[in-house]
């Protein structure tokens, strides 16, 4: 984003996918350029269900955020997104 380089990852003509975006599963997107995380990850034994799931954009803002990591939220709030918060 820093670069202005939106047609890295939208196509500015045609729309093969939502948001016109170059691949339609967001993993693909990601692992465009984040290949050394790719293959990082495929070398695991034991993966998160939501990465196994295809899932980026659930705790990432691809654009920007006021968080590091371009995260949407930080702490337990960015797992209660999908795990239910129990009383302790
Ligand atoms: C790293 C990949 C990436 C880059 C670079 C990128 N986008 Fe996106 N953009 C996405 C993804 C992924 C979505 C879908 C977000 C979602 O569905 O949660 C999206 C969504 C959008 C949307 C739909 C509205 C919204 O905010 O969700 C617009 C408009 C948009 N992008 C414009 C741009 C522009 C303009 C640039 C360059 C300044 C840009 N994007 C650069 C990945 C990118
Ligand atoms: C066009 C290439 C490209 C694509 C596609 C791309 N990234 Fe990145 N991303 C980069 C670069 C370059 C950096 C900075 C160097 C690095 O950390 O590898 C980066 C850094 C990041 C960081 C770390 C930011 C920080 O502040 O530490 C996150 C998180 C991230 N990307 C998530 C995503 C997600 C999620 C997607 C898919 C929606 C995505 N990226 C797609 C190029 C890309
Ligand atoms: C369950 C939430 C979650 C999901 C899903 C997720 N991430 Fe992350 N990611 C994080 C957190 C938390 C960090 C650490 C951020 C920090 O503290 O800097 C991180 C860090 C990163 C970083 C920067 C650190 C590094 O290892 O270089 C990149 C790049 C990244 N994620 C890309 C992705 C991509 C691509 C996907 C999808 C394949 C993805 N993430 C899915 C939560 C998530
Ligand atoms: C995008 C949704 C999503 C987010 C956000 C998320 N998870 Fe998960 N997580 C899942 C799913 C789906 C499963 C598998 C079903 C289950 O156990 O609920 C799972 C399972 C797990 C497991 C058991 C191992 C596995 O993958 O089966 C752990 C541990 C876990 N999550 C930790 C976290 C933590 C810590 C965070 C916050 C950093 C987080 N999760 C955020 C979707 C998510």
């Keep these: 984003m820093s670069k202005n380089a ?6 500015r003509h045609g729309k093969i996918a939502a948001r016109a975006l170059k691949e339609r599963e967001e993993t693909k997107l990601c692992y465009l350029c984040h290949t050394a995380m790719a293959s ?4 695991l034994q034991s993966q998160h269900t939501a990465l196994k799931d295809g899932k ?3 705790c990432h803002d ?5 968080e590091k990591g371009l995260l ?5 709030e960015l797992c209660f997104v999908c795990h239910q918060q129990h009383r302790l």
């Design 6 to 11: 939106c047609e890295e990852c939208h196509i």
């Design 40 to 43: 990082d990850i495929a070398k």
């Design 56 to 58: 980026c954009l659930p």
């Design 62 to 66: 691809p654009h920007g955020s006021d």
């Design 72 to 76: 949407k939220k930080t702490g337990p």
